[in-house]
Structures are given as structure tokens and as C-alpha cells.
């Protein structure tokens, strides 16, 4: 999909889809760090796509973001929230919601290395 399409794309159906993405891309990352059984790799994977994962992601990554990936963060970040995930702040699921809109438009933009690249930096917590 053209950046420019993307864009245009209600923000919240980029986190949707980023949802998805990272969600996949975490089960991938615990699985590559760990033989333990399903609920093991089940409980690795949550600590990741859960809100307040998300946001902690989100920290990391601002400073990184060029200038159109902070313009589709913040749209997504000042959308009106309709509701809140149950163990998380209205902050961190703002937060949330911001950084699997930014995972979607890099997805759907194939932009798979620049994703790949920011969400790379959470590696270590699939170790633990």
C-alpha cells in the first residue's frame, strides 16, 4: 500500500492491524528464545502485547521515529478512546493503541526492515 493511502486510513484500523503484527511478531520472538510448553510461551508473549508492554516499546522508540512515523503516532495517540484495556492506564493504552498504528502503517506500507528494526530493540525480554 502507497504511504500516502495509508495515511489516509482511519488510525485506528492501523492499530488493528498492528495488533496482529506484533502480536505474531512477539510469539515469534519468545518461540526463537525458548522450548518451554504453550502456557510458558503464552505468558512470555502477553508480557509483551499487553498494554503496558506496548507503551514501555513506545518509550523506547519515539526517539527513533522519523517525522511521518511521530505524525502516525500521535494521530493515533489523540484518537477518542472507546474503551480501556482492563489492567491498563488510560495513558499506557493511549500509548498502546499509538504504537500498533505505527506497526501497521510500517506493515502495510512494506516497510518490514524499518519494523523489524524498531521492534528488534525488545529482544532481550524474551530471554528472561
Given amino acids: 500500500m502507497p504511504p500516502e493511502q495509508a495515511k489516509m486510513l482511519n488510525p485506528l484500523s492501523l492499530a488493528f492491524v498492528g495488533d496482529a503484527v506484533y502480536t505474531l511478531f512477539a510469539r515469534e520472538k519468545v518461540i526463537q528464545h525458548s522450548d518451554a510448553k504453550n502456557n510458558v510461551l503464552h505468558g512470555r508473549a502477553t508480557v509483551l502485547v499487553k498494554a503496558a508492554g506496548q ?5 523506547e522508540i519515539l526517539p527513533l521515529l522519523t517525522s511521518d512515523e511521530a505524525d502516525i503516532f500521535r494521530r493515533a495517540k489523540n484518537c477518542k478512546a ?12 493511549k500509548k498502546a493503541t499509538a ?26 525480554i524474551c530471554q528472561e
Fill in 55 to 59: 507503551a514501555d516499546k513506545a518509550d
Fill in 82 to 93: 472507546h474503551t480501556v484495556a482492563k489492567h491498563a492506564t488510560l495513558a499506557d493504552y
Fill in 99 to 124: 504504537f500498533e498504528a505505527l506497526v501497521g502503517y510500517l506493515y502495510l506500507t512494506g516497510q518490514k526492515d524499518r519494523l523489524q528494526f524498531l521492534l528488534s530493540e525488545r529482544d532481550n
